[in-house]
């Protein structure tokens, strides 16, 4: 149990090649102190949650305005909800997702499954 950290080199046509870092610290509080200090210098944020948790919805108000008390005005935030493949303890309905995604100007990637590899 620790911080899982990624990072990616991106190349797309047209575009300078861009360097993608992924932390993943299952929103566990004892990591928040190093999260803030990567906000800075990021252009966007995926915001994950876990569609079988209640709480993990509920702790995206802290996880946003974390990120925007800590990054750029203009860093570009999508929201996607994981665990579709557990949908039988689905705790979140899509519907709240959405109107939370609308009402907090997020962009929803929508609902994925790390687990069986969709939408990922």
């Known amino acids: 149990i620790g911080v899982e950290f990624l990072t990616k080199k991106i190349c797309l046509d047209?575009?300078?090649?861009?360097?993608?870092?992924?932390?993943?610290?299952?929103?566990?509080?004892?990591?928040?102190?190093?999260?803030?200090?990567?906000?800075r210098a990021a252009v966007g944020a995926l915001l994950v949650f876990d569609l079988t948790d209640r709480d993990s919805f509920s702790q995206l108000d802290f996880w946003l305005e974390n990120l925007r008390e800590h990054a750029s005005q203009e860093v570009v935030v999508c929201l996607m909800a994981n665990k579709l493949d557990m949908a039988e303890e689905r705790a979140v309905d899509s519907d709240e997702v959405k109107a939370f995604a609308e009402r907090e100007n997020l962009i929803y990637v929508g609902e994925c499954s790390a687990k069986d590899d969709i939408n990922i």
């Open 14 to 39: 047209g575009f300078p090649a861009m360097k993608a870092q992924i932390w993943d610290t299952s929103g566990s509080e004892r990591y928040r102190s190093i999260t803030t200090g990567h906000y």
